[in-house]
């Protein structure tokens, strides 16, 4: 079940709830922030408490009453929300949007509007939009949304009023994933990489990615153990797993993850670690191992992305660092 957003975002629903309360909403915000955040959830809150019947004295929707239902389920009237049609957001969708209001607008009822993906609006769409948002028709309360805010014309921006959506503590993002059905094992190594919500829900539920954290652990095993092996599985066991960069710097990250449950584990900070089955067998050997060469061991890692940039090839430079951890674990 999918996690209120009172509960992922405490502090934003609150200051929006006093907005309402004191009916100092602005016009149109654009709400920024990684996917996952809970953007369209604070959105279809937020016009829940501007509607609702039986609004609780903190400002904040009762999500019972009609009013409210009908907006979760997309089914109110005055409450409007556009998604991009393929891979944009057309003139005509905005044009839509501006009939829809202007009828309602002669009534003078409240209006809101979503727009999701806002990065995708055409520039006609989005000169569109601007008009309107210049002459609003009534009352009229826009939210705008958006995964990559960069991509948005200055001029929308300029208009709204910007609220960075925080990103996700571990543990919530953790409940996130296992909610959208990954296994808690692969999700506590997702929650460390750096990816949009819906790219780890699809890694996790990916048999190539779980293929590949098994490979890990046994490469860093043979590491550990100071076993030749660990070499030879580079081109035997992890290659035929990474066929593309893309999955490729991704195993780099992986490497940097399971080095640094060394550290988090010599130090007993056992609640971040990735590798959640291995914390055993990973704590053992950390306690072999002084500190200053965990450290370096991770520097290891990270600098093959140096080496890569300069065209090494791939299989090499994870050779190269497997020897390189094995002379560093063990200080040859
Ligand atoms: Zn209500």
Redesign the pocket.
């Known amino acids: 079940m999918e996690q209120e957003i009172t509960a992922i975002q405490p502090q934003l629903t609150q200051h929006f709830a006093k907005l309402i309360n004191e009916n100092r909403l602005a016009h149109a915000y654009l709400l920024s922030g990684a996917s996952g955040t809970g953007k369209l959830s604070l959105a279809v809150w937020i016009a ?1 408490g501007i509607f ?4 609780n004295a903190d400002g904040t ?5 009609s ?2 239902r009908r907006i979760a389920a997309n089914e109110h009237p005055d409450v409007v929300r556009i998604i991009p049609e393929g891979r944009s957001i057309k003139v005509d969708q905005v044009r839509y949007l501006k009939s829809e209001f202007s009828k309602s607008g002669l009534e003078g009822n409240r209006k809101v509007f979503i727009i999701q993906d806002v990065e995708k609006m055409t520039t006609s769409a989005a000169n569109s939009l601007l008009k309107f948002i210049e002459e609003p028709n009534g009352s009229i309360t826009a939210f705008l949304l958006s995964s990559h805010a960069n991509q948005i014309l200055p001029t929308i921006v300029s208009r709204c009023q910007v609220v960075e959506m925080a990103s996700l503590n571990r543990e919530t993002q953790l409940k996130k994933l296992m909610d959208a059905g990954v296994d808690k094992v692969v999700g506590s190594v997702l929650v460390n990489l750096n990816a949009d919500f819906d790219e780890l829900v699809a890694l996790g539920t990916d048999e190539q990615f779980q293929k590949l954290l098994t490979e890990v652990v046994n490469w860093m095993k043979a590491i550990l153990a100071d076993d030749w092996r660990a070499f030879v599985y580079v081109q035997t066991r992890l290659m035929p797993l990474v066929d593309e960069r893309p999955a490729q710097e991704r195993l780099l990250e992986l490497m940097v993850m399971i080095c640094r449950d060394l550290i988090l584990l010599r130090y007993h900070q056992d609640d971040e670690v990735a590798f959640i089955t291995e914390k055993q067998m990973l704590a053992q050997a950390a306690e072999q191992i002084p500190a200053s060469q965990l450290t370096k061991g991770v520097e290891l890692v990270m600098n093959c992305w140096n080496q890569l940039a300069v065209n090494v090839s791939y299989q090499n430079v994870l050779e190269g660092l497997t020897l390189r951890l094995c002379r560093c674990y063990h200080k040859r």
């Open positions: 829940q609702c019947n039986q609004r929707p009762c999500l019972k009453c009013e409210c």
